[in-house]
Structures are given as C-alpha cells and as structure tokens.
C-alpha cells in the first residue's frame, strides 16, 4: 500500500510562510507533500483504467525534456499548444527546469512518495504550466489561485485546498472579481476533460484551439491579473 502522505504541522507552517510570500514556490511543494493523503493513489489508479494511461505509467515519460528545449518549441507553428506553453513561461520568466528544482527543494522526504508513485508525482508537477497553456490562466497569484480551483475540482488534493485557501484570503480583498474567478476556475475543472490522464506529448504541435475542443475547456477566462507586487503593497 502507498504512503499516505500526512503531516499537517509541517503543512501549517509553509501554509504560514506562502501567505507572507505568495511567490515561495518550495512551500507549496512543501505543503503538497505534508497534506495529499491518497491522491497519488487515486489518480494513479485512474490513470490505470486507460490504455493511454497504462502506457505513460509504464513508459514514464520525461516531458521536461521536451519542455525545455525551447529552440524546438520556438520552431512550432504560432497558434499551437507548445507555442503558447513556451510564450506563458518566457512571459512569466519561470522555466520546466526551475519548477522541477523548486519542487525538489521543496520535499523534506519525511514521508516520501512511493516508488510506484514518483513518477505520477512528478508528472503532476512537471505539467502544471502546461495546464495553465491551456486553461488559459495567468502566472499571477490570482490566475494561480483560479487554476488551483480547476485543479481541485480534477484531483480532490486536500493539500490543493489549503493553498486555494490562501490565494483565496489573499486576493478577494484586493479584487471584487476574484471569488468569481476562482469558483470559475473549479467550474471549469468540473466540467473539462481529466488532465492528469492526458498524453500532452501528442498535443505541443496541436492548435491550442483544437486542444480546448479536444479538452472540452472553455473560451479562455477573461479577468485582471494580480501580481504579489500588488498584494505586498496593499
């Protein structure tokens, strides 16, 4: 049987220091690790059930490497899904590498993942900003915080809901709008495709159009974004 993973101490404390500092990205790994209980587990058997599942479990897929070459991605027709990832991480001025290193500082290994489930683990991480590609949300802390609404709605991570819980409190104060976007968010999530079970491999050369359809994700949100600049500053 998997480890479930459950520290709530060591949770409560990086929920703590990611409330000060909405861009400590290490602490929502820290806390993703501390309070996801069965979800590798979950989702993992969900992705047994397919038989594009079975494959990527049994093949483990490294997307990092396609997501990091970026000489490769700028090739793509504009319009495409991996066009659109790769102009999302250039604007955000983050990279696949970086967030794969934040998330490995960010594991305290007290309770590690189980082997069988290291690679869902990762898979989870390393395609979040694909996600955000095409779901259509900013890297701001509202865009993220709406993007872990949709993502709540996919996986039912107690550990999502605790930092959708501070995005919430941080930004409902500084926008009227934001409690709006962000139930959109879990709407959306409810209401698309499972995409942790998705072969993003197959869809960079795609349209990003043709990806929403396939995705059953609808237009793309319409909403201001709100950088930490802004939430330090109220």
Same mark, same amino acid.
């Given at each position: 049987?998997?480890?479930?993973?459950?520290?709530?101490?060591?949770?409560?404390?990086?929920?703590?220091?990611?409330?000060?500092?909405?861009?400590?990205?290490?602490?929502?790994?820290?806390?993703?690790?501390?309070?996801?209980?069965?979800?590798?587990?979950?989702?993992?058997?969900?992705?047994?059930?397919?038989?594009?599942?079975?494959?990527?479990?049994?093949?483990?897929?490294?997307?990092?490497?396609?997501? !990091?070459?970026?000489?490769? *991605? %700028?090739?793509?027709?504009?319009? =495409?899904? @991996?066009? &659109?990832?790769?102009?999302?991480? #250039?604007?955000?001025?983050?990279?696949?590498?970086?967030?794969?290193?934040?998330?490995?500082?960010?594991?305290?290994?007290?309770?590690?993942?189980?082997?069988?489930?290291?690679?869902?683990?990762?898979?989870?991480?390393?395609?979040?900003?694909?996600?955000?590609?095409?779901?259509?949300?900013?890297?701001?802390?509202?865009?993220?915080?709406?993007?872990?609404?949709?993502?709540?709605?996919?996986?039912?991570?107690? !550990?999502?809901?605790?930092? *959708? %819980?501070?995005?919430?409190?941080? =930004?409902? @104060?500084? &926008?009227?709008?934001?409690?709006? #976007?962000?139930?959109?968010?879990?709407?959306?999530?409810?209401?698309?495709?499972?995409?942790?079970?998705?072969?993003?491999?197959?869809?960079?050369?795609?349209?990003?159009?043709?990806?929403?359809?396939?995705?059953?994700?609808?237009?793309?949100?319409?909403?201001?974004?709100?950088?930490?600049?802004?939430?330090?500053?109220?």
């Amino acid at each position: 049987m998997a480890l479930t993973q459950f520290a709530p101490r060591r949770a409560l404390r990086a929920a703590r220091i990611l409330a000060k500092d909405p861009d400590d990205l290490p602490q929502v790994f820290t806390i993703i690790e501390s309070l996801s209980f069965d979800t590798l587990q979950r989702v993992h058997d969900r992705m047994q059930k397919t038989e594009t599942g079975r494959r990527m479990l049994a093949n483990k897929p490294d997307i990092v490497d396609r997501l !990091a070459d970026r000489a490769a *991605l %700028a090739k793509l027709p504009e319009g =495409t899904l @991996g066009r &659109a990832y790769l102009e999302f991480v #250039t604007r955000e001025n983050i990279s696949a590498e970086g967030i794969r290193a934040a998330g490995d500082k960010g594991m305290t290994h007290e309770h590690p993942v189980a082997p069988e489930l290291e690679w869902v683990h990762a898979r989870m991480r390393d395609t979040h900003d694909l996600w955000h590609a095409a779901v259509g949300y900013h890297g701001d802390v509202l865009g993220e915080t709406a993007l872990l609404g949709f993502t709540f709605a996919q996986t039912w991570n107690p !550990a999502i809901a605790l930092i *959708l %819980a501070i995005g919430l409190g941080k =930004t409902i @104060g500084v &926008a009227p709008e934001a409690r709006k #976007t962000i139930v959109d968010g879990f709407r959306r999530g409810k209401k698309a495709a499972w995409l942790p079970g998705e072969e993003w491999e197959s869809m960079l050369e795609l349209p990003v159009a043709e990806v929403r359809r396939r995705l059953n994700l609808d237009s793309v949100p319409v909403y201001t974004p709100i950088r930490s600049a802004e939430l330090r500053a109220a």
